[in-house]
T-cell receptor, first 111, second 115 residues
Framework: DAKTTQPPSMDCAEGRAANLPCNHSTISGNEYVYWYRQIHSQGPQYIIHGLKNNETNEMASLIITEDRKSSTLILPHATLRDTAVYYCIVSNLYGNNRLAFGKGNQVVVIP | DAGVTQSPTHLIKTRGQHVTLRCSPI?????VSWYQQVLGQGPQFIFQYYEKEERGRGNFPDRFSARQFPNYSSELNVNALLLGDSALYLC??????????????FGEGSRLTVL
């Protein structure tokens, strides 16, 4: 079962930052937070992952709270192509390839 | 560079039949995983293979089986198909070995419809 809680859906404005929340209150010390997204009719796409430090790459930033019970994925400048289902997943070191996806957050970027 | 390729992209079967789905990982990737995605749900883990050995299995019946070949490609087999097996079957490959972190690269999937 998924160990994360995300809103089922949210809208965000094109060109603005999109902040996607995720709760993972039962996360263990050796579990990472992964984010993937799935654009309609495509396979999931990796976005970013982290353990406890904030992470940034060319796609997004990941902010993890100090107690690691929640995190936020930030898309700095949302575009229409960012419309997708976003999955927040927690997985331990040995579960790298076996990710427990939940239902995700359907994000719609509005012009 | 070619990504993860899966075949066939779409297929229709009838109940009781057998199906074989194929996956070619990204060149150099030795780890392959299979996921089932039913409409409206997130992907569910079925199998993980690394270096031709099964490294993990999800909560699926024995009708589901898989194998990985010396060239690291993989097949997923499902016997005695049920209506509930209708889903998108996703293959993912990874450069990292089990026990290390890294990203999974997913294919576009094989959409199976069971009538």
């Amino acid at each position: 079962d998924a160990k994360t809680t995300q809103p089922p859906s949210m809208d965000c404005a094109e060109g603005r930052a999109a902040n996607l929340p995720c709760n993972h209150s039962t996360i263990s010390g050796n579990e990472y937070v992964y984010w993937y997204r799935q654009i309609h009719s495509q396979g999931p796409q990796y976005i970013i992952h982290g353990l406890k430090n904030n992470e940034t790459n060319e796609m997004a930033s990941l902010i993890i709270t100090e107690d690691r019970k929640s995190s936020t994925l930030i898309l700095p400048h949302a575009t229409l192509r960012d419309t997708a289902v976003y999955y927040c997943i927690v997985s331990n070191l040995y579960g790298n390839n076996r990710l427990a996806f939940g239902k995700g957050n359907q994000v719609v970027v509005i012009p | 560079d070619a990504g993860v390729t899966q075949s066939p992209t779409h297929l229709i079967k009838t109940r009781g039949q057998h199906v074989t789905l194929r996956c070619s990982p990204i060149s150099g990737h030795k780890s392959v995983s299979w996921y089932q995605q039913v409409l409206g749900q997130g992907p569910q883990f079925i199998f993980q293979y690394y270096e031709k050995e099964e490294r993990g299995r999800g909560n699926f019946p024995d009708r589901f089986s898989a194998r990985q070949f010396p060239n690291y490609s993989s097949e997923l087999n499902v016997n005695a198909l049920l209506l509930g097996d209708s889903a998108l079957y996703l293959c993912a490959s990874s450069l990292v070995r089990p026990g290390n972190t890294g990203e999974l690269f997913f294919g576009e999937g094989s959409r199976l419809t069971v009538l």
